[in-house]
């Protein structure tokens, strides 16, 4: 039942959201959900370019802003991302995407589902790339490639782990 409830509350939620009658950035921030936000912040921020040497966090494609928490039942929760890649034609955008779901599917301890967005706006091929980023099977097929799978583990893997 309280399953049902917490689905047909984040539905009334988002048609809110929709139709403009309440501001997203407004529904549903308790401090519970901040501490979340903050738990997963501080998991992707230490992600590395995978160009660069520097963090996700020190480039500013992921800042405390870009992560949302919604509950969705006891100790479950909706996790949405959006990040900005660097520049609006960022070849690796598909690629920082895959850091960002293993790293969290790696690292939270909590249960959750996760949505992973390209800020809109911030690239060219926002919504392909946004389509396959979210696809349970495609990211277990890159994760499958080894070539991908090293990249991946380069950028997720802590400087002392």
């Known amino acids: 039942m309280a399953l049902v409830f917490s689905f047909v509350s984040l539905t009334v939620t988002k048609?809110?959201?929709?139709?403009?009658?309440?501001?997203?950035?407004?529904?549903?921030?308790t401090p519970k959900m901040e501490e979340k936000a903050l738990e997963v912040y501080d998991v992707i921020r230490s992600i590395r370019?995978?160009?660069?040497?520097?963090?996700l966090e020190e480039l500013e494609v992921v800042t405390e802003k870009c992560?949302?928490?919604?509950?969705?039942?006891?100790?479950?929760?909706?996790?949405?991302?959006?990040?900005?890649?660097?520049v609006p034609h960022c070849s690796l955008a598909t690629l920082i995407g895959l850091c960002l779901q293993v790293k969290l599917q790696r690292c939270l301890?909590?249960?959750?589902?996760?949505?992973?967005?390209?800020?809109?706006g911030t690239h060219s091929t926002?919504?392909?790339?946004?389509?396959q980023?979210?696809?349970?099977?495609r990211v277990a097929a890159?994760?499958?490639n080894p070539n991908l799978r090293e990249i991946v583990e380069q950028c997720v893997t802590e400087p002392d782990d």
Not at 49 to 55: I, Q
Not at 109 to 120: A, Q, R
Not at 133 to 137: G, V
């Open 49 to 55: 370019d995978p160009e660069k040497p520097n963090t």
């Open 15 to 29: 048609v809110l959201q929709l139709s403009g009658l309440v501001d997203k950035r407004n529904v549903l921030k």
């Open 126 to 131: 926002e919504e392909d790339i946004n389509k």
């Open 109 to 120: 301890p909590f249960k959750h589902k996760l949505e992973i967005y390209i800020s809109e």
């Open 133 to 137: 980023i979210n696809d349970k099977e």
């Open 67 to 86: 992560v949302e928490v919604l509950e969705l039942g006891e100790d479950e929760y909706l996790i949405i991302i959006k990040f900005s890649p660097t």
């Open 142 to 144: 890159a994760m499958e």
